[in-house]
């Protein structure tokens, strides 16, 4: 099953906190340092905020789509790919708290656009990729 994943940059974390689990009558499924996540089943949406670094940078960060399998991440791949725009792969990397792989485009309007599968956990926010070392099956 794919979900749906919409990223809004905030300007104070616990506001947005209390506003979107109002809205969508649950808590946040992970709270971390300048960010939170609802894993929502109804509709089915990873839901994530997390504190701009910018006044004028709040509101719609990105958009995308999670894939659950590695089979849905291909097949994800090949649609951004009949896209024609310029692709951006990143395997094995940190990001938002997660390690996963994703692929990235901008839409004709200038809108970021991921998709992406999840492998685990990560206790790192901003993207980088993982070390020969690192268990990226956390």
Sequence with gaps: M???HIHVSVPELDEAIRFYSALFAVSPT???DGY???ML???SVNF???VSSSEERTGLDHVGIQAETEEEFHALGLRL???KC???DEHKVHCCYAIGDKS???DPAGLEWETFITHGESPHWATRHVEPNEDHHT
């Design 86 to 88: 310029n692709i951006v």
């Design 2 to 4: 794919y979900r749906l």
């Design 81 to 83: 790919r009949e896209t």
């Design 104 to 106: 990235t485009v901008v």
């Design 36 to 38: 939170a996540k609802w």
């Design 30 to 32: 992970s709270i971390k």
């Design 41 to 43: 089943d109804d509709p």
């Design 48 to 50: 994530a905020v997390s």
